[in-house]
């Protein structure tokens, strides 16, 4: 027997990052929306233990030992129902690694899930989204899909009604961006200077909840894209690019390094992604739209 399930990439398009905790962590406003860019994980019983395989795009990235979150998701599970995480992970990758849209994050979520599925622990909800919470920030939006309010560090969601989808163009970049690096820069642009507290926009809200393009993208925002370009100037050359071909904005996407564009349709969508494809910092480019359900076994 075995279980596959597929979980999807995420755009942040509000990222509200308050001054660092006392636990380094910090305190965010995060607003994402789950767009169709997907890695499948399936789960089958591995008498000789726990045991990651991965293929697909940036595969070689991935780390195959108890470090991916994956696998902790197994372990945890595992351990929560006595049990040993005695189960074969394998991950088809299709999100970018390293690359701001939750692919670690997916992973472990949709590891969960599957585990939960194939071992027939029959886990709550809550309990599933505690241990996501245990696991990560991001893991827990993973779970859930659609669109969310994340407060705390990200953990705690609120979903949210969206009005309509919404068409982007994502561009992923030649090279990685390591989120605590992100956060570090961050601290350090923000050094002698007050922090606000991170709160979640109104209009951004609204545009969410109308389904309005227009008011979505005047409504954006990430406070951690100056960090993210000031370790890798490059990438404000491809957002320059997206939006002279037409985005209605455009924006790092979380940590970065993939830069996500918000379009009007599938048409304009094509013409960013066709002009997007010749920028320099640019490794291959990608249309996906949101939001969508989070884990779904296939």
């Not at 995480?85 to 999100?95: G, M, S």
């Not at 690096?181 to 642009?189: I, K, N, T």
């Not at 200077?193 to 990430?222: M, Q």
């Amino acid at each position: 027997m075995s279980v596959t399930v597929r979980v999807p990439a995420k755009v942040n398009v509000q990222l509200a990052v308050g001054a660092a905790r006392p636990d380094g962590f910090h305190d965010l406003a995060n607003v994402f929306l789950a767009v169709g860019l997907y890695d499948e994980v399936t789960a089958t019983p591995s008498p000789g233990g726990l045991r990651i395989t991965c293929d697909g795009p940036d595969a070689a990235q991935v780390p195959l030992d108890r470090t991916n979150l994956a696998a902790r998701a197994a372990i945890a599970l595992a351990e929560r129902y006595g049990r040993t995480p005695d189960v074969h992970l394998h991950i088809a990758k299709d999100i970018p690694v390293a690359g701001g849209m939750a692919g670690g994050s997916a992973d472990g979520a949709g590891a969960l899930l599957a585990c939960d599925t194939l071992w027939g622990t029959g886990a709550s909800r809550e309990e599933l989204l505690d241990i996501c919470a245990e696991l990560g920030s991001d893991v827990p939006f993973s779970l859930v899909g659609g669109a969310a309010l994340g407060t705390g560090r990200g953990e705690k969601l609120t979903e949210l009604e969206v009005g309509g989808t919404f068409h982007w163009v994502f561009a992923m970049a030649t090279r990685g961006l390591s989120t605590p690096a992100v956060f570090r820069e961050f601290d350090r642009l923000a050094e002698g200077t007050p922090v606000p507290e991170p709160i979640a926009s109104e209009p951004l809200l609204a545009a969410l909840a109308k389904g309005d393009p227009d008011a979505l993208a005047a409504a954006v925002s990430n406070d951690l894209q100056p960090a993210a370009l000031s370790l890798f100037p490059e990438l404000a050359d491809t957002l320059d690019a997206g939006r002279a071909a037409g985005a209605l904005t455009a924006l790092v996407s979380g940590s970065g390094p993939t830069t996500a564009f918000l379009v009007r349709d599938a048409a304009g969508a094509q013409k960013v992604a066709e002009a997007l494809a010749s920028a320099p910092a640019c490794r291959t480019v990608r249309t996906a739209v949101g939001p969508v359900p989070g884990v779904t076994a296939l």
